[in-house]
């Protein structure tokens, strides 16, 4: 999952970053609402955290900005504003949630892991997908009662693919939820995620187009939605 962090502050700027990548996010930092703006029309993301004390343009403005011209990507502000009325801006302004600074890392994680799940459309918190149960919170992925170790990047692949049964993502479309700017990507590191994948979910869990892509097939069990 590829997240923008708009944040000035470059302490917990680094620590947010630091942490998300250490989950296995694909994260973008920048630190004022122009760069971010730019970002979002160049880029696509799966989900922002936005402060709103800014330099410049505060955060309500970019917020204005995204929802002005239609962008649906669920937003996560994380400010110092504690305020009711800060509070009821933000979220009328067209943010997801709200989170006040100080605050737990812990507890960001679990927002924006119900954020991604609502713009996903599920609303269990653990789900499982052709035999194989996946738990973005602990990151566990079990099959048949048998928990299977992924790397962070592996676990990103699935979880990807996973709640887009039967949408063909392209290596590029993978990389982007892989990698941030300024990250090095090697020419064949989708292609080896998927098979660290094949080769402990089974080699039909993940299919692939030939010249377009990978897909995890529908659970005809679940109906097709």
Same mark, same amino acid.
């Given at each position: 999952?590829?997240?923008?962090?708009?944040?000035?502050?470059?302490?917990?700027?680094?620590?947010?970053?630091?942490?998300?990548?250490?989950?296995?996010?694909?994260?973008?930092? &920048? +630190?004022?609402?122009?760069? %971010?703006?730019?970002? /979002?029309?160049?880029?696509?993301? =799966?989900? #922002?955290?936005?402060?709103? $004390?800014?330099?410049?343009?505060?955060?309500?403005?970019?917020?204005?900005? &995204? +929802?002005?011209?239609?962008? %649906?990507?669920?937003? /996560?502000?994380?400010?110092?504003? =504690?305020? #009711?009325?800060?509070?009821? $801006?933000?979220?009328d302004a067209?943010?997801?949630?709200?989170?006040?600074?100080?605050?737990?890392?812990?507890?960001?994680?679990?927002?924006?892991?119900?954020?991604?799940?609502?713009?996903?459309?599920?609303?269990?918190?653990?789900?499982?997908?052709?035999?194989?149960?996946?738990?973005?919170?602990?990151?566990?992925?079990?099959?048949?009662?048998?928990?299977?170790?992924?790397?962070?990047?592996?676990?990103?692949?699935?979880?990807?693919?996973?709640?887009?049964?039967?949408?063909?993502?392209?290596?590029?479309q993978l990389?982007?939820?892989?990698?941030?700017?300024?990250?090095?990507?090697?020419?064949?590191?989708?292609?080896?995620?998927?098979?660290?994948?094949?080769?402990?979910?089974?080699?039909?869990?993940?299919?692939?187009?030939?010249?377009?892509?990978?897909?995890?097939?529908?659970?005809?069990?679940?109906?097709?939605?």
């Amino acid at each position: 999952m590829r997240v923008l962090l708009v944040e000035d502050d470059r302490m917990i700027g680094q620590a947010v970053q630091t942490a998300l990548r250490q989950d296995g996010y694909a994260v973008d930092w &920048m +630190r004022d609402a122009e760069s %971010a703006d730019t970002a /979002l029309t160049t880029a696509n993301f =799966d989900l #922002v955290l936005l402060d709103l $004390g800014l330099p410049g343009r505060d955060g309500v403005s970019l917020l204005h900005a &995204m +929802r002005g011209r239609h962008d %649906a990507t669920p937003v /996560l502000i994380v400010t110092a504003r =504690d305020e #009711v009325h800060d509070r009821i $801006g933000g979220l009328d302004a067209g943010a997801d949630d709200y989170l006040v600074k100080p605050f737990d890392l812990d507890e960001l994680g679990a927002r924006m892991r119900a954020l991604l799940r609502r713009s996903a459309g599920r609303g269990e918190a653990v789900f499982e997908h052709r035999g194989v149960r996946i738990d973005p919170a602990t990151r566990e992925v079990t099959r048949g009662g048998e928990s299977i170790t992924l790397s962070p990047r592996e676990f990103a692949v699935l979880e990807a693919l996973v709640l887009r049964p039967g949408a063909v993502l392209s290596r590029a479309q993978l990389e982007d939820r892989l990698y941030g700017w300024g990250e090095s990507v090697e020419s064949n590191a989708v292609e080896v995620y998927i098979h660290g994948l094949r080769r402990k979910l089974g080699h039909d869990f993940v299919q692939n187009v030939r010249g377009v892509g990978y897909f995890v097939p529908r659970d005809e069990s679940q109906g097709t939605g």
